[in-house]
């Protein structure tokens, strides 16, 4: 614990440097539904999909969730570590724990005709995160060998919307 | 817990695809001023006028704290919400307990004149994050039914810098 | 805790507004080998002189970890604070703690030679982040005054590389 910081050695090395590309700006609407919740969805291939669509050879893709119960995160595909990862989330925000957003009796703001008692998928949801940016190299993400990309469901089985929004230059 | 991955369907839809834009970068700092701690300070309207103001009408917009003890989410703006967020912040790193940081006879470095006991809110700020980004479509963030950008005081009130910077097309 | 959200003032300032510039894309590898975890490595310096070397004036620069185990974020280098992170990192996901991943009686995905009971670094990676995004103004990084980047190894000794990704324009 006495050693969380060091003078490590760092070494660096050029990938790209390109000037006066042909600027591109690209973005696809992707649609899942949930099953459960919470529920880890590898939407990986899919966002490569749609970054070797865009057409840009260079920049940036970010992936964005637009809700607030649903987020995204990069981490490695393993049936059993979803589980663990589950299992955190719950002890930070567990679902029947009591929320002041799940008191209909006091709350006055944003109820809707379907509303459900979902405070513990927003405060878990702010320990995630709405969005990541990656970059884009040779017109693909380059993720190392167990870089996922998940959108998380929180809250309860339903269709979620994301955005992967590219951009950059051709190249 | 044992379905927390799935083979879902996924359906795409293309938004966006645009070559040749004239290329736009534009940039605006926003003063708030906290008055509490913790304090989820709503600058939605704001940054959607930033981003109107850019002139870019596809692109991404990064939300950036300039501090430590400030962070950047996205959440919903229910005020009860925001008082269970306030708790679950308490939790991971509560005002009153124990940080190093905050030991002032041992510590010897970034102290300034004005130093406060703000071990915690450096430590909630861990499980933040410093930015946000996101896409622009047709001129503005395309968020989500309930989704507000929030500046999230963690420290004590204060005026605070945030960056909101775009970069993009004209389309 | 009743203080949550307030109407605060916000000012106003506008910094950068391009149309026109020449884009530019650049990206570098960070290459930084780590000696504990969780150890915060600084690699502001070197983030630095990646956007300085890229010839942007104004753009973003996205600083991405290859890896689920090592994550990137901003915060104050202050030896004593980095303790106290290493310390709730650690209540957070212990690294002697029980994890499914952990378990390579049952586990059959993802398994290498060297595979290591890394359950804790997933766990602890879900908080933390995978990037950073941040603007860039006048060809630099403008951090605040405590800013600083950090790779943050959570796993164990080894090499880890960074992308330093930078999209922008000459102005």
Chains 1, 2, 3 share one sequence.
Request: aromatic content about 6%; proline content about 4%; hydrophobic content about 40%.
């Amino acid at each position: 614990m006495d050693r969380t910081l060091t003078d490590v050695k760092i070494r660096r090395e050029q990938l790209v440097s390109i000037t006066n590309g042909e600027p591109v700006a690209y973005c696809e609407a992707l649609f899942a539904t949930s099953s459960a919740a919470p529920e880890f969805i590898d939407i990986t291939d899919e966002v490569q999909s749609i970054v070797a669509a865009s057409g840009a050879r260079y920049g940036q893709a970010t992936v964005f969730s637009g809700h607030t119960t649903a987020a995204i995160r990069v981490n490695e595909n393993e049936p059993l570590l979803l589980q663990d990862m589950a299992r955190i989330l719950h002890q930070i925000a567990p679902l029947h724990a009591d929320y002041e957003h799940n008191d209909f009796s006091r709350r006055t703001v944003n109820l809707d005709e379907e509303e459900c008692a979902n405070g513990h998928a927003h405060c878990q949801h702010l320990f995630l995160s709405t969005s990541e940016t990656m970059p884009i190299l040779e017109g693909q993400l380059p993720l190392g060998q167990w870089q996922r990309v998940f959108l998380v469901e929180l809250d309860r089985p339903r269709q979620r919307r994301v955005l992967v929004n590219v951009i950059g230059v051709r190249g």
